[in-house]
């Protein structure tokens, strides 16, 4: 009966031991599933779903591969809020980071009355000092805000001419905003008037940087014209313009249009200005230049709100009436017209006195015809002489009595409209008046058109032959920076600038190849030249290169004293370097004592190790250890 009680007893502990280790393992089980379901919902909420969550008991696994430290990091604090953070297992691994990129050079560069300002990331191999510097010359006295940072990667191999070429911008355009990266410099200016916009466009057009896109903007007010002028004509010759002027570019694209209606075929040059007396000076002008389209030919004035419509010779009067009526009745209140229908010339008239000037190629002027006295003759040579100076004039006119009323003022006229020329004739007769020749200014025959209205009237017959010449054109007919050089080389190819023997100094006869080679250069604009001095081997090493650096700063110092601008020239002495003759003889000695011209252009950037290359090293190093 004992033995009963003890066998039920054992029997009930150890069922109860069955029972307690199966309530255990379920509730371990209970407590791990709720526990990596909670840690996976908050992972997942967060953004976390590259996690992967595992239940081992009472710990909490977490997998997977973070994409940075900082995002690991902020997982396992996560899944830290949700359960004990000693439960918490971290098995999870980083993705392996990329090289970090360097970062784009660029800077910005504003100038303005207030200054000068520059922010920006420029290479730890660029000399900030000698940068500062050169802002600081540029800037003339003006406050400079230096706001540079710099960056130690490598130096892109373009960015040494990026920079250059802006700085020299830089110093050309005193109101500019420029942008300078490695690959692009971008432009944006004011520049005081549309003639220095095309200058500043030309020199910027010049010695542009290899390998690096450039972009210029230059803007330049608008012109005041007055009076506001057009002038139109249809004859023998076909239909052309001598002015125009329009205050919008629709005015201008509407009066352009109706000359091409009535046989304009040309390039028409249609000013924008500021000045026009009515709104609706396009659309007057295309109106008058449609009625002589109605009419077959003849001219039309447009001078602030006054036209004047001269018909051809031989037009019907029916058809005269009819187009100017139709015109007076179309145009806007403010404009007023003057028609005149010319009559067939009396052949019995005496032959009409007339006066002439001309403006030959090499500069010669010669003026010739009546005058009425000698008080007017005076003035006339006195005004030839102020608008042609330094020019050969020759006075053939005349004192003739009887001459038509404002015979002067005509004669005048034309020796101002001739100094508009480069070359060319003025006829004057008291009933025409007749320019003719070739320019190097586009604007020429608009400005020679305003000029005759103001001092002749409005009525006044003149004609304007006028052809622009890109070759005369200051600007237009620059050479290239290559064609200077070639030029200086035919220059000194016979004729060597020489210097006094064992010194810097010139020699008298050498003179005037310094002057033809200051001649050039002052043609060729803004270039960067490296004037070079070379010695022969004669002497000490050391001071032939100190004589040939002064020979070089002595032509330097010649072709300033010539107003050459040299700002971007440097003289550089090599001494006994890259001969091109042998020393061993008298004349090879004489050709290698020599002075060279050429342009300096851009060098590739030197390699540099940087901080990248130092840990790209380091990390080598590194795993090369490991494998060991």
């Known amino acids: 009966m004992r033995l009963s009680a003890l066998l039920v007893r054992l029997i009930v502990f150890v069922g109860a031991a069955f029972v307690s280790v199966a309530a255990a393992r379920t509730t371990v089980t209970v407590v791990e599933e709720r526990s990596v379901l909670a840690v996976q919902e908050t992972l997942v909420d967060q953004g976390y779903e590259w996690a992967t969550v595992l239940g081992d008991g009472l710990q909490v696994i977490l997998e997977g591969e973070a994409p940075t430290e900082a995002v690991r990091f902020r997982a396992i604090s996560a899944a830290g809020g949700m359960v004990d953070a000693s439960r918490v297992i971290d098995n999870l691994s980083v993705t392996e980071s990329e090289v970090i990129a360097p970062p784009e050079f660029a800077i910005e560069i504003l100038r303005n009355n207030s200054g000068v300002s520059i922010i920006g990331l420029i290479p730890a191999s660029a000399d900030r000092e000698a940068l500062a510097n050169r802002i600081q010359d540029i800037a003339d006295g003006q406050p400079v805000t230096d706001l540079l940072e710099v960056g130690n990667y490598p130096t892109p191999e373009t960015w040494p001419a990026a920079l250059s070429y802006a700085l020299r911008a830089l110093e050309m355009l005193p109101k500019s905003k420029i942008s300078v990266k490695a690959n692009t410099v971008t432009i944006s200016a004011i520049s005081e008037s549309p003639a220095e916009k095309r200058e500043l466009e030309a020199a910027l057009a010049r010695n542009l940087p290899e390998n690096v896109s450039t972009a210029v903007e230059i803007s330049a007010p608008r012109p005041v014209i007055s009076p506001f002028t057009a002038r139109f004509i249809i004859d023998e010759d076909g239909a052309r313009f001598d002015a125009c002027a329009a205050d919008t570019a629709d005015a201008a694209e509407m009066i352009l249009a109706a000359a091409t209606e009535v046989g304009f075929a040309g390039d028409a040059n249609c000013t924008l200005a500021l000045g026009a007396p009515s709104r609706t000076w396009g659309e007057t002008v295309a109106m008058t230049i449609s009625t002589l389209g109605a009419l077959d030919g003849g001219t039309v004035t447009i001078a602030d709100t006054d036209i004047t419509l001269i018909a051809p010779i031989g037009t019907g009067q029916r058809t005269f009436d009819n187009a100017v009526g139709e015109l007076e009745n179309a145009l806007p209140e403010a404009f007023a017209l003057t028609a005149e229908l010319p009559q067939l010339p009396d052949e019995s008239e005496e032959e009409a006195p007339q006066f002439t000037a001309t403006l030959s190629p090499e500069g010669a002027v010669q003026v010739r015809g009546r005058v009425p006295d000698d008080v007017t003759n005076t003035v006339v040579k006195n005004f030839a002489n102020a608008r042609f100076s330094g020019r050969d004039i020759t006075m053939g006119t005349r004192v003739v009595e009887g001459l038509p009323s404002g015979w002067s003022i005509r004669v005048l006229a034309g020796i101002e409209a001739l100094s508009e020329l480069s070359n060319g004739a003025v006829v004057v007769t008291p009933d025409t008046f007749e320019v003719r020749g070739n320019t190097g200014n586009e604007e020429a025959s608009a400005e ?159 390699e540099d190790t940087n901080a990248l290359d130092e840990l790209a090293e380091e990390a080598a190093d590194t795993e090369a250890t490991d494998s060991e």
């Open 448 to 606: 020679i058109s305003r000029l005759l209205i103001e001092k002749l009237g409005q009525g006044a017959d003149f004609e304007i032959s006028v052809t622009y010449v890109e070759e005369l054109d200051p600007i237009a007919g620059l050479p290239t920076p290559e064609e200077c050089i070639e030029q200086i080389k035919v220059v000194t190819e016979n004729r060597k600038i020489t210097f006094d023997p064992g010194s810097a100094d010139l020699t008298a006869a050498t003179q005037p190849v310094v002057d033809d080679i200051a001649e050039i250069l002052q043609k060729c604009g803004d270039l960067r030249i490296r004037v070079a001095g070379y010695t022969d081997s004669q002497g000490r090493e050391v001071m032939n290169q100190q004589l040939s650096q002064d020979r070089a700063n002595a032509v330097l110092t010649a072709l300033r004293a010539r107003r050459v601008p040299v700002s971007t020239f440097e003289a550089i002495g090599y001494g006994e370097e890259n001969p091109i003759a042998d020393n061993g003889t008298e004349e090879g000695r004489e050709a290698n004592r020599r002075i060279e011209f050429s342009l300096i252009l851009p060098e590739p950037a030197p």
